[in-house]
Structure formats: C-alpha cells, structure tokens
C-alpha cells in the first residue's frame, strides 16, 4: 500500500459480509434491535476488514485483529502502520484506511426531518451558526450537516470519542475547508457528496509537513 488514502463506500443492502466477521462481532451484532441496525453494523464492520485486505492482501479478511483505543475508537492489532475509521448510517456505509497517520470519516444522510437550528444552538460554533442562518431554510440542514460530519471525522481521527464540545470546534468552509483552531496547518480535510441527501467527510492529521495526501474513493 502506498501513501495514498483509501475510502470505500456501500450500501446496507451489499451482499453479506457476515462470513469475515468475528464471533465477538457477530454476538456484537445480534444485540441490535433493529435488522437495519443489525444489517448496517455487519456491512460496515465487513467492508472494513476486506479494505484492510485490499490494502494488505496477505492477510484474509477474516484474520484482522481489533482493539480499542483509550475513548472506544477501533484500531488494528499489532499493526502500527494502517490506521482506518468506519461510518454507518441506515442508508450509507463507509471505511477509510491511511497508512502512517490518523484518519477520521463521518457520514450522515440530509433529509431527515431534523430540527437543525436547535442543534445548532449546541454543536455549531458562533462563526457556524452565523454562517448556516444565513441561507434560506431549504439550504440550512445540508450546511449543518457539512459543519456536523466535520466534526465528527476531526474527533475520530483524533480519537477522542465525545470527550470533546463540537462548538469548540470551529470550521470555515470558505476557500476550501480550514479548521479554525490550528489554521490547517496539521489537518486535511475532504469532504464530498457520495449519494444523493448524503454527505461524507474525511479528516486526515498530516502534519502539514508531507504535503497533502492522494484520496482515492471506490464504490462497491
């Protein structure tokens, strides 16, 4: 695998992964109510090991090894060198796989029925929040959601699971996508539409001295 960056997207309905996951992942699994919770959870967690496989073909799907950082976020076993972060909704899946640095991904669908301007007085940041009231309000749930998925793709890749306030996080999407409390100079960013009423977002933490990072995208 080279340093380029890895990001797969797939759709619940896929044919079944069930087959490479662990049996603490399948009991996992069976513990979701729902069967979309359940169909989701065994996609995503699937796609994730066949992308470590696709980036390192010597080792089965089936073979990878887990384990949990200090706030919950997945990490390889005994591999110091592939880092990858997963994200599921009802209706998207996807998995990014970095090589050498941390990585976060975030996807959510838009159209929901979502009260965004009451979620915004939480988890956007003045700077956000001003910016998103200004459009019309057909147009604010998507700019939420860009702000949103940002924010999770930041945590993630730092892996701090929800010990962070998300409107101390502030993001300008203004000429690009630049965080506000470094001014870019240790994160990329991406951030793209993969379906329609769907947004994704990548955080990549480059360190700004390796210049930036090839993201290849791949469909299943």
Sequence with gaps: MDDDVHVWVADPGDPPFLP?????????????????????????????????????????????????????????????????????????????????????????TTDRTTDVVRLARRALAPTERAAMMALPPPDRPACFFRFWTLKEAYVKARGLGMT??????????????????????????????PRPDSVAALALRTGGAGGERRIILHDT
């Excluded at 399948?26 to 496989?53: I, N, P, T």
């Excluded at 060198?81 to 976060?104: K, M, N, P, Y």
């Excluded at 962070?164 to 960013?189: H, K, M, N, S, Y």
């Design 164 to 193: 962070v306030e998300f409107d101390q996080i502030p993001f300008e999407l203004r000429a690009g996508i630049r965080l506000g409390t470094d001014g870019g100079r240790a994160w990329q960013f991406a951030q793209w539409n």
């Design 20 to 108: 490479v996951l662990s049996p603490e992942e399948q009991a996992r699994m069976r513990r979701f109510h729902l069967a979309r919770d359940r169909r989701s959870y065994e996609v995503a967690h699937g796609l994730a090991r066949r992308a470590l496989s696709w980036c390192r073909p010597s080792v089965p799907p089936g073979a990878w090894r887990f384990e949990e950082g200090r706030y919950g976020k997945p990490e390889v076993e005994g591999d110091d060198e592939l880092r990858f972060s997963l994200s599921h909704t009802s209706r998207l899946v996807a998995v990014a796989v970095a090589r050498r640095i941390d990585c976060g991904l975030d996807v959510e």
